[in-house]
């Protein structure tokens, strides 16, 4: 079974991002993705008590890795 492909759009208006999610979101490489989730998965570890999504990280917490505005980005996935 084939899995359908999330348009920038959707990825934007999740609440958890995964690896792939950051990719496609930020247009940035594998490694680059893969360093914002490991600083994104240490804010939320450091903030939350309790992690809902184990493989997942909040999409705030990338806005605070990556020193962009929710709204902004928000904004930009949809202009693209």
């Known amino acids: ?3 359908r492909i999330k348009t920038r759009e959707e990825i934007a208006s999740q609440v958890y991002l995964n690896q792939a999610d950051i ?4 247009d940035v490489s594998s490694s680059t993705a893969k360093r914002i989730y490991t600083y994104a998965k240490k804010i939320d570890e450091e903030s939350l ?4 999504e184990p493989s997942k ?3 705030v917490s990338v806005c605070k890795v990556t020193g962009l505005n ?5 904004k ?4 693209i």
């Open 57 to 59: 990280v909040r999409i």
């Open 70 to 74: 929710i709204a902004l980005l928000r």
């Open 76 to 79: 930009q996935a949809l202009s």
């Open 49 to 52: 008590k309790y992690i809902i």
């Open 1 to 3: 079974m084939c899995q």
């Open 23 to 26: 990719k496609k979101l930020l």
